[in-house]
């Protein structure tokens, strides 16, 4: 399965905004699961605990600097299918190169 998420702190000091981000970002970075962080999601690839667990431990890492947590989740889940971060981004350039 694929999650895109966003994790970020409300409430508490504006200029630690980056750093509580930063520490999500290290959480998905160190489980070891494929990923890939843009300006507005960071997307994990796994299985299903294991993704969901990667994102709990995120958001326990935003928690940790703000009185309040704002979380937003996009899934696909395809059982059987592996890659697809790369994957899927690479069929729609096929796409677009013709």
């Known amino acids: ?5 966003s994790v970020s702190p409300l409430g508490g000091e504006s200029e630690s905004v980056g ?4 520490d999500a970002i290290r959480v998905v970075r160190e489980s070891g699961l494929p990923n890939e962080t843009s300006a507005m999601f960071t997307t994990v690839e796994g299985e299903w605990d294991e993704v969901m667990d990667v994102v ?10 703000a ?13 059987g299918h592996t890659g697809q971060l790369r994957a899927k981004v690479e ?8």
């Open 1 to 5: 399965m694929l999650i895109a998420f």
């Open 91 to 98: 069929r729609v350039e096929e796409y677009l190169a013709e």
């Open 56 to 65: 709990r431990r995120a958001t326990e890492a935003v928690a940790a600097h």
């Open 19 to 22: 750093r509580a981000v930063a």
């Open 67 to 79: 009185p309040r947590v704002s979380l937003v989740l996009k899934a696909d889940i395809r059982p």
